[in-house]
């Protein structure tokens, strides 16, 4: 159980152009998503929190405008990074928690989506 | 200084060896502490979760937290090549609803045949 999907797992794109992924909760109601960025050897850096149904709380640093998260559902959220540039390359990593989750400390991954964007 | 802190490694052992992982951090309001496990291209998968001080076993993994020195480890008993990942520290403050996790930068563990 408490399973996560990402798509796409690999998206190349040009510069200027937006991308979207999805990130959906399979098998359980999120009832809160995540938004991480991971470049490499690197940590999971937070982006963004979101609550199905109202607007994310963007991390400080992270601009909310270039990175468009829509909690549409309790089972769907979707990050579209605008008019990408190669510096938004990086590996894009989404999370849920469940109602039985231990808090947001007991978060489940998706796989993550690599944007190269060229 | 950053919040929390991981050797990035990596870290080579030979089957069987007892692996031992660490991090330390700097904000003393930390009380919960994970370990999760990130194979190559994957997303992180939650290992074992510790709340304060003490030590917490789950088959060959035993996670400890020293609070007074501001350590915590993840042992690895009777590693296998299977273990071969990345290991993430995260921790949370007590902050229930509105906590968020922070990780360590991942210590990559090789387990060679």
């Known amino acids: 159980g408490a399973v996560v999907s990402q798509h796409p797992s690999w998206v190349i794109c040009k510069s200027g152009t937006s991308v979207k992924i999805e990130c959906r909760s399979l098998?359980?109601?999120?009832?809160?998503m995540f938004w991480y960025r991971q470049f490499p050897k690197q940590s999971l850096m937070l982006m963004a929190t979101?609550?199905?149904?109202?607007?994310?709380?963007?991390e400080q640093g992270v601009e909310k405008d270039k990175f468009l998260i829509n909690h549409a559902s309790l089972t769907l959220s979707t990050l579209t990074v605008t008019s990408a540039h190669p510096e938004d390359s990086s590996f894009y990593i989404c999370?849920?928690?469940?109602?039985?989750?231990?808090?947001?400390?007991?978060?489940?991954f998706g796989p993550g989506t690599r944007l190269t964007v060229t | 200084q950053k919040e929390v802190e991981q050797d990035p490694g990596p870290l080579s052992v030979p089957e069987g060896a007892i692996v031992s992982l660490n991090c330390t951090y700097s904000?003393?309001?930390?009380?919960?502490f994970m370990w999760y496990r990130q194979y190559s291209r994957k997303g992180p998968e939650l290992l074992m979760y510790?709340?304060?001080?003490g030590n917490k076993e789950d088959g060959r993994f035993t996670a400890q937290v020293d609070k007074s020195s501001k350590y915590i480890s993840l042992f690895i008993r009777d590693s296998q090549p299977s273990d071969s990942a990345t290991y993430l520290c995260?921790?949370?403050?007590?902050?229930?609803?509105?906590?968020?996790?922070?990780f360590g930068t991942g210590t990559r563990l090789q387990v060679f045949p």
């Open positions: 999370s849920a928690t469940s109602p039985y989750s231990f808090g947001s400390r007991e978060q489940y």
């Open positions: 098998d359980f109601q999120a009832t809160t």
């Open positions: 979101s609550n199905e149904g109202s607007k994310a709380t963007y």
């Open positions: 904000n003393s309001a930390f009380q919960y």
């Open positions: 510790t709340y304060s001080s």
């Open positions: 995260a921790m949370s403050d007590v902050s229930y609803n509105t906590d968020k996790l922070i």
